[in-house]
T-cell receptor, first 117, second 110 residues
Framework: GAVVSQHPSWVICKSGTSVKIECRSL??????MFWYRQFPKQSLMLMAT?????????EQGVEKDKFLINHASLTLSTLTVTSAHPEDSSFYIC?????????????FGPGTRLTVL | QKEVEQNSGPLSVPEGAIASLNCTYS??????FFWYRQYSGKSPELIMF????GDKEDGRFTAQLNKASQYVSLLIRDSQPSDSATYLC??????????FGAGTTVTVRA
């Protein structure tokens, strides 16, 4: 149980285009989903927190107009990188929290590697 | 001061030895503590979580928590080459967020 999928697993796009990444919780309902970004040899940096049916909460320094997050259902959240540029190339990882139990455990998706040419 | 700090790596241990990973955190109100393993190019996978002071064992892994010292550690016994990875310490802060340390890279020599 507690499987999270992401699609696509990798994407290459031209500078200036927009890219959408999907994150799905396959066997549980996720009350909260998180989006992280990881640059090579660095740790995960939280970009935003999204709750189903409400606006995402962005971390300081993350442009909400550039990284659009939609959490339309309890099993799906999407991240759209708008007008992508080479500096947006990174490993984007989502995680989902079920809201059950006391550990606040997050289950991670397999990640999406974005390369902007 | 960083919220979560881990001992700098890389850590190299021979096969069969014990690997010891350390992590300190700054928020005394933190409640839950997690150790994730991340292989190169992959996303993190949960190894263990702990939220009570003391030790918690799961197979070859033992997590230790000392809230008074704001310290959490992970021991890997009988290290195997397949344990070679980056280990991330994560601490639950507020709003169910996780704050991650920079990670310690472990290499197990065959």
């Amino acid at each position: 149980g507690a499987v999270v999928s992401q699609h696509p697993s990798w994407v290459i796009c031209k500078s200036g285009t927009s890219v959408k990444i999907e994150c799905r919780s396959l066997d549980f309902q996720a009350t909260t989903m998180f989006w992280y970004r990881q640059f090579p040899k660095q740790s995960l940096m939280l970009m935003a927190t999204s709750n189903e049916g409400s606006k995402a909460t962005y971390e300081q320094g993350v442009e909400k107009d550039k990284f659009l997050i939609n959490h339309a259902s309890l099993t799906l959240s999407t991240l759209t990188v708008t007008s992508a540029h080479p500096e947006d190339s990174s490993f984007y990882i989502c995680s989902a929290r079920s809201g059950r139990g006391v550990t606040n455990e997050q289950f991670f998706g397999p990640g999406t590697r974005l390369t902007v040419l | 001061q960083k919220e979560v700090e881990q001992n700098s790596g890389p850590l190299s241990v021979p096969e069969g030895a014990i690997a010891s990973l350390n992590c300190t955190y700054s928020d005394r109100g933190s409640q839950s503590f997690f150790w994730y393993r991340q292989y190169s190019g992959k996303s993190p996978e949960l190894i263990m979580f702990i939220y009570s002071n003391g030790d918690k064992e799961d197979g070859r892994f033992t997590a230790q928590l000392n809230k008074a010292s704001q310290y959490v550690s992970l021991l890997i016994r009988d290290s195997q080459p397949s344990d070679s990875a980056t280990y991330l310490c994560a601490v639950n802060t507020n709003d169910y967020k996780l704050s991650f340390g920079a990670g310690t890279t472990v290499t197990v020599r065959a």
